[in-house]
């Protein structure tokens, strides 16, 4: 596939319990971030029905390259670091390019 389709990211994040909140807030400060840089097509962040440990964030970037640039942002450096005291497991993040 080429470099400059559209990527998919479905990211599923854990939340120990008792750290739901915070991992909200910081999921909350990541998506409205992400959302302005350039090459962000849609970021959007989904709770589990039911289950308030668990946590979805839907990402479509314009391409790896953006994509690529996403992961470089202060903003995404910071939450990684201040989010990995608050999982109870290592995210689960699937990368879908498009079909065709």
């Known amino acids: 596939m080429p ?5 998919v990211i479905i990211a599923r994040l854990k939340a120990e319990e008792g750290l739901e909140e915070d991992l909200l807030t910081e999921l909350r ?3 409205e971030a992400s959302k302005k840089e350039e090459g ?6 989904h709770k589990l029905e039911g289950v308030p440990t ?3 964030i839907y990402e479509i970037w314009k391409s790896q390259k953006a994509l690529d640039e996403h992961t470089l942002q202060p903003h ?6 201040k ?3 608050m999982l109870a497991e290592q995210p689960t993040i699937d990368k879908f390019e498009q079909a065709f």
């Open 3 to 7: 470099n400059n389709l559209p990527i």
């Open 29 to 31: 400060s990541l998506v």
């Open 40 to 45: 962000c097509i849609q970021y959007v962040l």
């Open 54 to 56: 668990d946590f979805m």
């Open 76 to 81: 995404y450096q910071n939450f990684s670091f």
């Open 83 to 85: 989010a990995a005291s």
